[in-house]
């Protein structure tokens, strides 16, 4: 069984810093590709960062240079590192993986599984 755990969310003020580790059991990470969502109040869930099994990376426009995904594969743990935060990044934050061989894409519907999620709010 594939589960899929999310932590580090809380309550920061306008550029702070959060880091967000989402932990994978029942599955090998290495072999597929994973991905940060996000989801604020009445909008759709949007990609915000992916990354490959060899490591490539990509990221949404609105956060390039601010955040960084990276994943510790022997933990099978994605990271998603958050500087610079802005009011308008307060969402909940969802990590998903795609299993198999796969290019890393900000597609939700590439994804297989999903954590249950964790909160960021962002105060001006």
């Known amino acids: 069984q594939v589960q899929l755990v999310e932590s580090g969310g809380g309550s920061v003020q306008a550029g702070g810093s959060l880091r967000l580790s989402c932990a994978v059991s029942?599955?090998?990470?290495?072999?597929?590709?994973m991905g940060w969502f996000r989801q604020g109040p009445g909008k759709e869930r949007e990609g915000v960062a992916a990354?490959?099994?060899?490591?490539?990376?990509v990221y949404a426009d609105s956060v390039k240079g601010r955040f960084t995904i990276s994943q510790d594969t022997p933990k099978d743990t994605l990271y998603l590192q958050m500087n610079s935060l802005k009011p308008e990044d307060t969402a909940m934050y969802y990590c998903?993986?795609?299993?198999?061989?796969?290019?890393?894409?900000?597609?939700?519907?590439?994804?297989?599984?999903w954590g249950q999620g964790t909160q960021v709010t962002v105060s001006s």
């Open positions: 998903g993986l795609k299993r198999g061989s796969c290019f890393p894409r900000l597609v939700v519907s590439q994804y297989n599984y």
């Open positions: 029942g599955y090998t990470t290495s072999r597929g590709c």
């Open positions: 990354i490959g099994s060899d490591g490539f990376t």
